[in-house]
């Protein structure tokens, strides 16, 4: 039997890209899930569906996890579905990009809520449920941008920067208690649309940034979630992995 067999997770932005595929990783690992979504309520019951027809449970919860009360309430059903969450991967982001001075503070305000308060709010009302049972795996989605910048991107920067500097804290207030607290940092991943948009030109100029020469996939950002949460991971916290083919290297 895998070793995540049972467990409870929460993944939040998972109707769609990078947090669909950790989400379906999870399930095929035995893990039973909670998808949250947003706005796209058919794109998260594709995923449930996937989960289930795996053999690992799942259910849907709505809400936007900027939101205290939101927050609350989508951990709560997934305590009240399961009677307890092991692993919550705080995946759920947003860019809305442009350049410091014509930036519009609600595009700063809504970056840095989505991005960093909701992993904060997330983080805050799932924690009391790991200590109780003194086992717990944190996983936060950051990114390269928030280690190296990225013009046309200072929220997202600041808001990844944030969640690196989150992770490394609260990593220290919970390591006695068995909760590891760790984040990933994709680089250029292939899946919901990332890459889709650039010009062939700009696609050969970054391909030819990275070492690897290749775009990441949303599996290879997945396995490290699906590592991060096994035994085999269980003295790794505070640490932030990049997952971008040697980009930043």
């Known amino acids: 039997?895998?070793?995540l067999g049972g467990q409870v997770a929460l993944v939040t932005g998972a109707s769609r890209g990078?947090?669909?595929?950790?989400?379906?990783s999870l399930g095929e690992a035995g893990v039973n899930v909670g998808v949250n979504y947003s706005a796209n309520r058919d794109a998260a019951n594709d995923v449930a569906e996937a989960i289930r027809s795996g053999g690992s449970e799942s259910i849907i919860i709505q809400g936007d996890i900027s939101d205290d009360m939101h927050a609350q309430?989508?951990?709560k059903q997934v305590t009240d579905e399961w009677g307890q969450i092991d692993i919550l991967v705080n995946n759920a982001g947003i860019t809305r990009d442009?350049?410091?001075l014509r930036m519009k503070t609600e595009d700063w305000d809504r970056v840095i809520d989505v991005d960093l308060k909701g992993a904060f709010l997330c983080s805050k009302y799932t924690m009391p449920h790991m200590i109780r049972r003194r086992q717990g795996r944190i996983i936060n989605i950051s990114s390269v941008v928030g280690i190296g910048g990225n013009v046309g991107q200072a929220n997202y920067a600041a808001a990844k920067a944030g969640l690196i500097g989150f992770t490394k804290a609260v990593a220290r207030e919970v390591a006695t208690r068995n909760v590891t607290v760790n984040a990933l940092a994709p680089g250029f991943i292939d899946t919901g649309g990332m890459?889709?948009?650039i010009t062939d030109e700009?696609?050969?100029n970054i391909l030819g940034r990275i070492p690897m020469g290749r775009f990441g996939s949303g599996?290879?950002?997945a396995s490290a979630v699906v590592f991060l949460c096994g035994?085999?991971?269980g003295y790794i916290t505070g640490q932030v992995i990049t997952i971008d083919g040697g980009l930043i290297a």
């Open 98 to 100: 442009g350049l410091l």
């Open 18 to 24: 990078i947090g669909a595929v950790i989400a379906k």
């Open 231 to 233: 035994s085999g991971a």
């Open 195 to 197: 890459v889709d948009n």
């Open 219 to 221: 599996l290879d950002v």
């Open 1 to 3: 039997m895998n070793e």
């Open 73 to 75: 309430a989508v951990v």
């Open 202 to 204: 700009a696609r050969e």
